[in-house]
């Protein structure tokens, strides 16, 4: 009965400790390796950097004769 297996994923190396990969926790090697995963995202380690950009000021808008502002001249 073991000869019909088909693997269904490649083994591969745990993100976590390099071990080879189980099929039952994959991709990672064990359920120990699969939660230091979950609390990694939980505890927001997996962060991109993001480049803070200054926020604009009221004084740099522009203000277009025409627009919406203009209106009330009926």
């Given at each position: 009965m073991a000869d019909n297996i088909v693997k269904l994923k490649p083994?591969?190396?745990?993100?976590?400790?390099?071990?080879?990969?189980?099929?039952?926790?994959?991709?990672?090697?064990?359920?120990?390796?699969?939660?230091?995963?979950?609390n990694r995202w939980l505890s927001g380690?997996?962060?991109?950097?993001?480049?803070?950009e200054p926020e604009e000021s009221e004084e740099d808008d522009v203000v277009i004769p025409g627009g919406a502002e203009d209106e009330d001249e009926f």
């Open positions: 083994t591969r190396p745990c993100p976590i400790c390099g071990k080879p990969s189980s099929q039952l926790f994959h991709p990672f090697c064990s359920a120990r390796c699969a939660d230091i995963d979950l380690a997996y962060v991109i950097p993001a480049k803070d």
